[in-house]
């Protein structure tokens, strides 16, 4: 009789200490203090309506939610409150333990203390690492997203310039080797990315340039030698070593590279983001990789380096590329030119945004954040993003369309920057025309001009994909 009863005492004490960890609060409203099990179970209840309501609200507007998630006071409130919730949780757990003690033998307080003791310690690394988390993304937030760029869609998009930076230590200051705007329609997400060269010469500075005054006809040397030669890459370390010019501006090699490229397109830009490449390596292994399907091998070296050539990345499908391959995948320049190599570099930037998807920004965001905070300096305020980050989830369900403005398109030594502002307006007029059920006259005809312009650029350079407009996928497919 006497080990029924300790028998019945140990499934109760048991049965106690689940239902805290199921319903915080329900061992005590039936078997210890009341007043504390209620004011438990109303806090549970009002974090349940809290859930609820934020999946109403991100279906409702999606871009509110996460602007008011992105917010630095609300992260830290989350910090913080999840500790202030796990410890209770924990609390109200060790309670229960203790509210079923009475009437069980010694061995069953072990059990009933054990079982108690674990899930303790379960919820405190849990609490712990999500403390870290929302704590990842105050820094995150705060180190990166400075401000500064212009809020507004203009002309219905969003035009953000993203530059990758080679600071390596044979060369003098970060030059931006890799130059895309990415024109994002603000209504669909329908995306167009227009690539420059590094080696485009006679890059204009706008009249309010501090530049314009010493390069008044584009930024052109033509008594250097080639490898000393004004080229667009080259304004960021001009700007640099006149930062006098350049008063109160923290990145003055950006802000002269932003503003040559705006004259270069025709368009402006609302934000830029500068990517060290070396960085990336980091933030690549961050997210686990990206996966390609390659039609080239690619070298990994150089025969000029001082290792020379030691490996390579194999052609297939499907291939998954870690940080270091990914890196040399974008950068490589053995056995190719800066023009495929631009492509390469898109490849890339299309996987990842096709492939991060939301929950591997989740579960992986505090190595993220650590890679990226090194490795990203922006002009987007912490306040937009939910905005753009709204704007990335319409991005990733659509196809991106890419021009590239090499040879024979555009002579990099001497472009026509007339004919690179209409490619420009066309291909966005184009890349409108697809969303709308009945397109205007002027945009049919705008898409019917860019249609045969890439037809009679193609014509010139069937060895030449990346000259012309271009569906990425058909360039280099990125793996499902």
Known sequence: MVARSQGVALRRGLTLVLMDLVLPGSAQLSAGNRGLGKAALRVWGALVVLVLAAVAAFFANRQFLIGLYTNPATLLVLAWGVVALGAGWILLLLDAWRIANPGMSGPGRVLSGALALALAVVLGAATWNAHAFFGAQVKFIGQ?????????????????????GDAGADRVGMRPDSMTVASIDARTGRTVLFSLPRN???????????????????????????????????????????????KGVKHPGVIATRDSIEEILGIQINYWAMIDLKGFQKLIDAVGGITLDIGKRIPIGSSNGPKGVYGYIEPGKNVHLDGFHALWFARSRQGSNDYERMVRQKCVMNAMVKQLDPMTVYTKFTAIADAASDVVATDLPADQLG???????????????????????IEPADPDFDKIRQTVSDAIAASEALDDATPSASASASASKSAKSSKSASAKASASPSSQEEDLDSVCAVSK
Request: some cysteine.
């Open 144 to 164: 990166v997203f400075q401000g500064g760029g212009e809020t507004e869609a203009i002309a219905g998009r969003y035009n953000i310039l993203l530059l990758g």
């Open 200 to 246: 485009l010469q006679k890059a204009p500075f706008p009249a309010d340039s501090p530049l314009h005054k010493l390069y008044p006809n584009g930024f052109y040397c033509p008594e250097k030698p080639l490898e000393e030669a004004c080229l667009l890459n080259g304004i960021n370390t001009l700007a640099e070593d006149n930062k006098s010019l350049f």
């Open 387 to 409: 905005v753009m980050a709204d704007l990335a989830l319409k991005v990733r369900g659509q196809a991106m369309k890419s021009v590239s403005f090499v040879p024979p398109l």
